[in-house]
């Protein structure tokens, strides 16, 4: 029984990868995980703008201009090394890839980082972008604009593979996927997901909802991904966001997916949760005869059969609420 499974060019022992999160934020914790059998670990994200508020703080505290300027790079050099030291230290330590990911606010932070990334050995970069909309002048094109801009000024310049983290707000995820893989980029993730606000009522105040998805989240993204894989079929497809068990992990690769990257079902019971998953994948590959993952990667997505059409797309609606 193979379990392994292609993912950006990269070959997984297995298609569970964990998700950019505390849970990879150190050597102690991605080693944790490949000894639980995780196929791949994808690091937590660098944020630039963290290196810019941290440097704003410490600059309340001194008026020399030239001390202003050399906290900020040292604030900034610290950071990015100490980021690159994980690298390194995780690629020497790990037989497993080792997958980086940053989130930048303008061009130069995304190409200085990813060029240092790739300089220390990762191997492969995903890309965490996220533009909240604000202004009501700015139109969606711009925003897709900004994201395929970003996209191409880090394939440009770095030769490891680039994926991308995608949100869910796109009004047609099929194009951005398929202009993302215009733009040399090996893979999409299907998608990322935020903090929320939610309302107060009795207290009258705004605060962050629940941190932690639910696999009740994942039915959306299977359609996503089902329509997605088939058409843009040069381009590899994560789901990150819902897969909590075995079953789900079966379900997002029978849909398109290449891999699914955990991490609430790690947070809630363990790194124990991976051989689990890992175990239901084995045993149902067994029972439906597969010798291997690629086998039936896709084999339920939107155009693997015309029978299947009607719950990727709006025809399953009409006929649930028919009179």
């Known amino acids: ?19 950019s999160s505390p849970l990879t934020s150190s050597l102690k914790h991605v080693v944790e995980m490949e000894n639980a059998g995780a196929g791949a670990v994808i690091l937590k994200s660098i944020f630039e703008e963290q290196i810019l508020d941290e440097s704003q703080f410490l600059e309340r505290f001194h008026d020399y201009p030239e001390t202003i300027d050399y906290l900020r790079n040292y604030v900034g050099n610290d950071y990015i090394q100490g980021y690159l030291s994980l690298i390194k230290q995780a690629k020497a ?18 190409v200085d980082y990813a060029r240092k990334i790739e300089e220390v050995g990762a191997d492969a970069l995903e890309l965490n972008i996220f533009l909240l909309p604000t202004r009501p002048e700015q139109t969606s094109a711009e ?12 394939t440009d310049v770095v030769g490891i593979p680039v994926s991308v983290k995608l949100p869910k ?10 202009e993302t893989y215009k733009r040399k980029a090996k893979g999409i993730v299907m998608f990322n997901r935020f903090i929320e606000p939610d309302i107060d009522v009795d207290n009258l105040k705004v605060f962050d909802s ?24 040069g381009i590899d497809i994560a789901v990150s966001t819902g897969v909590h068990t075995g079953e ?37 590959m067994n029972t439906h005869g597969f010798d291997a993952v690629d ?29």
């Open 295 to 323: 086998q039936f990667v896709g084999l339920l997505s939107n155009k693997s059969s015309e029978d299947y059409n009607e719950f990727y797309q709006r025809a399953q609606y009409m006929k649930t609420f028919q009179q």
């Open 93 to 110: 330590s790990l037989a497993i890839p080792v997958i980086a990911s940053i989130n930048c606010m303008n061009e130069s932070g995304w």
């Open 1 to 19: 029984m193979r379990l392994e499974t292609k993912y950006l060019g990269l070959t997984l022992p297995n298609p569970v990868v964990i998700a």
């Open 248 to 284: 789900d992990l079966v379900k997002v690769l029978l849909a398109g997916a290449k891999a699914a990257e955990i991490c609430t079902v790690v947070y809630k019971h363990g790194a124990a949760v991976i051989e689990e998953m890992k175990m239901y994948l084995a045993s149902w």
């Open 169 to 178: 707000k796109f009004t047609n995820v099929l194009n951005i996927a398929s």
């Open 210 to 233: 629940d941190r932690l998805s639910s696999n009740a989240e994942l039915r959306s993204t299977i359609r996503s991904v089902a329509m997605c894989a088939p058409q843009v079929s």
């Open 143 to 154: 925003i897709e604009k900004h994201y395929l801009d970003t996209i191409s000024s880090v």
